[in-house]
């Protein structure tokens, strides 16, 4: 009997060992396992790194100011394309450029054709080829443009969805139309859309489609609808106001206003290839009133902020290159 229990003490000891080398061995698995993806992950962060370009608001902005110094009586560079490039030449450290060698870059995409100081606007490829890049240089940048393309001062604005940039895309087709049947550019009619209209949702354009709060005078002959206005810094009154049947008929009405009405060539309105001066010479022809409360004008200062804060410059720039 003695002899039994023994053999029987010695089975459960066995089958103790047992369970507890099975033990082991998972937990040395585990751990191994752990440190294979431990290292993996280390890997990963040092071979594939975060490739998406970053700007700041400061930066943003000094690429936009930049860009607009050296367009300045020539025709609009893109300001993302400077950006993208010198991700590209600074490997990503942005902290190297400057107000001075982003215009020096901006002066690529500018072609001087003649004794007149006439200008061509380069498209990115074209600009790419003149800084010799080379194929690997191109897609990246290439890429970051496609990354910077809801970017902005004012972001929220600029994404896809949002009912800004919607009524900015509705709006886009026909601004361009105007443009090249008249020279208005792009950014000043859609600017002057959004500020006269509200975007859209002013009482004048939702009742009458009237998108640039022009009046009916003795010349009109078409429908008027009677509106509430401001004039100058805080006066308000009533007036009549021309009234349509679609934002279309608004836009073109708009550009045969601003091309009949001599004022604006006068000052120079036709004369102008980039908006600042586009937009001084618009408030130079009297097309608005709109004063601070100290009897400052203010009329070209909010388009120009209008165009910056959403890249419409950038819709300038587009149709300019393609010309």
Request: net charge positive; hydrophobic share 30%; charged share 30%.
């Amino acid at each position: 009997m003695k002899r039994k229990r023994k053999n029987r003490s010695k089975t459960r000891l066995t089958l103790y060992e047992r369970i507890k080398r099975k033990i082991l061995t998972t937990l040395k698995r585990l751990i191994f396992l752990f440190l294979i993806g431990c290292i993996g992950i280390i890997l990963l962060l040092i071979f594939h790194k975060d490739d998406t370009i970053k700007l700041n608001d400061t930066e943003i902005k000094l690429y936009i100011d930049s860009a607009d110094k050296i367009s300045k009586g020539k025709l609009q560079v893109n300001w993302k394309y400077l950006a993208a490039i010198d991700y590209v030449r600074y490997k990503k450290d942005i902290s190297k450029s400057t107000d001075v060698s982003i215009q020096e870059l901006g002066q690529t995409f500018l072609e001087n054709t003649s004794k007149e100081n006439k200008y061509k606007l380069l498209n990115l490829e074209d600009g790419l080829k003149k800084l010799s890049f080379t194929d690997s240089e191109k897609e990246k940048a290439y890429k970051y443009v496609e990354q910077l393309d809801s970017i902005g001062l004012v972001p929220n604005n600029l994404r896809k969805d949002s009912s800004s940039r919607k009524f900015i895309d509705e709006l886009s087709p026909k601004a361009i139309e105007l443009y090249n049947n008249y020279g208005i550019l792009p950014s000043i009619t859609i600017s002057q859309a959004i500020l006269e209209s509200n975007w859209g949702k002013s009482d004048l354009s939702v009742q009458a489609n009237n998108l640039f709060g022009i009046k009916a005078d003795n010349s009109w002959k078409g429908k008027k609808v009677t509106m509430t206005t401001s004039e100058y810094y805080n006066s308000v009154i009533k007036d009549n106001f021309r009234s349509y049947s679609t934002k279309s008929e608004s836009l073109d009405d708009y550009g045969k206003f601003i091309l009949n009405n001599k004022r604006y060539k006068e000052n120079g309105v036709f004369n102008s290839s980039q908006y600042i001066d586009q937009a001084q010479s618009m408030e130079n022809a009297g097309y608005s009133t709109k004063q601070d409360e100290t009897g400052n004008n203010i009329y070209a200062d909010l388009l120009i902020d209008i165009i910056k804060e959403n890249n419409l410059q950038l819709i300038d720039s587009k149709v300019q290159s393609q010309s």
